[in-house]
T-cell receptor
Framework: DAGITQSPRHKVTETGTPVTLRCHQT?????MYWYRQDPGHGLRLIHY???????DKGEVSDGYSVSRSKTEDFLLTLESATSSQTSVYFC???????????????FGPGTRLTVL | GNSVTQMEGPVTLSEEAFLTINCTYT??????LFWYVQYPGEGLQLLLK?????DKGSNKGFEATYRKETTSFHLEKGSVQVSDSAVYFC?????????????FGTGTQLKVEL
C-alpha cells in the first residue's frame, strides 16, 4: 500500500470556523491532489500540487485553499467552513506526469468532515 | 469538457452471477480509462486500466475493453463473490501542465448476496 495518511480522519465543526486537513505521504511522489466525494457526484478535484509551493485549482476550488511547503505534506484549508462543505475528502498522490506505471494515482483513507 | 457517465446503482446480484457495469465517456483527445473500487470505509484503489483504443484491462477476474468507436469502457466479471461488494468508479485521465487529472463518474454500488 502507498504510504498516505490523512488527519484527522473525522471532524465535526461549526459554520464559520476555519478547518485544516492534512495529507502526508512517505513515497516522495511529486504530485498531490485533494478531492471531495459527495453522493451523486463521484469524486471532484479541489486543488492539486505539482511540486513544493506549486499548486493549481481544480473544478471545485471555491472556498478552499492549499499549501505545500514540503514534498510530503499537502494541506487543505477551509477558511470559513459552510454546511455545503460537509463531505468526505480524499488525498491522492502520483509519481510522474506521463506514461509508465508511475502515473497511477494512489488514494488516502479519507477524512469525513461535518459542518453544522 | 470531459465527463464520465456510469449506470446508477445499487446493482444487486447473487453470488456467481455475471456482472456488467456500463461506463461511457466524453473527452477530447485520447484519454486513458480506469476503473477504481472503493470498499466500505476505505479510499479508492485502482482495479484496472487501459491506455489506448482496443486495450483490455484486467485484474482479479474483472475486465474492461477500451472502445473508442462507442466511447465506452464497461466493467465485466464472469462470477461475482460477496467480497466484490463495493462501489465502482469509472474514470478518465487527461494530462495537463500540472500532472494527470482524473475525471470520475458518480460511482455504482454493487451488492452481492449469497
Amino acid at each position: 500500500d502507498a504510504g498516505i495518511t490523512q488527519s484527522p480522519r473525522h471532524k465535526v465543526t461549526e459554520t464559520g470556523t476555519p478547518v485544516t486537513l492534512r495529507c502526508h505521504q512517505t513515497e516522495n511522489h511529486r504530485y498531490m491532489y485533494w478531492y471531495r466525494q459527495d453522493p451523486g457526484h463521484g469524486l471532484r478535484l479541489i486543488h492539486y500540487s505539482y511540486g513544493v509551493k506549486d499548486t493549481d485549482k481544480g473544478e471545485v476550488s471555491d472556498g478552499y485553499s492549499v499549501s505545500r511547503s514540503k514534498t510530503e505534506d499537502f494541506l487543505l484549508t477551509l477558511e470559513s467552513a459552510t454546511s455545503s462543505q460537509t463531505s468526505v475528502y480524499f488525498c491522492a498522490i502520483s509519481e510522474s506526469k506521463l506514461g509508465g506505471p508511475g502515473n497511477e494515482q494512489f488514494f488516502g483513507p479519507g477524512t469525513r468532515l461535518t459542518v453544522l | 469538457g470531459n465527463s464520465v457517465t456510469q449506470m446508477e446503482g445499487p446493482v444487486t446480484l447473487s453470488e456467481e452471477a455475471f456482472l456488467t457495469i456500463n461506463c461511457t465517456y466524453t473527452a477530447t483527445g485520447y484519454p486513458s480509462l480506469f476503473w477504481y473500487v472503493q470498499y466500505p470505509g476505505e479510499g479508492l484503489q485502482l482495479l484496472l486500466k487501459a491506455t489506448k483504443a482496443d486495450d483490455k484491462g484486467s485484474n482479479k477476474g474483472f475486465e474492461a475493453t477500451y472502445r473508442k468507436e462507442t466511447t465506452s469502457f464497461h466493467l465485466e466479471k464472469g462470477s461475482v463473490q460477496v467480497s466484490d461488494s463495493a462501489v465502482y468508479f469509472c474514470a478518465l485521465r487527461t494530462f495537463t501542465g500540472g500532472g494527470n487529472k482524473l475525471t470520475f463518474g458518480t460511482g455504482t454500488q454493487l451488492k452481492v448476496e449469497l
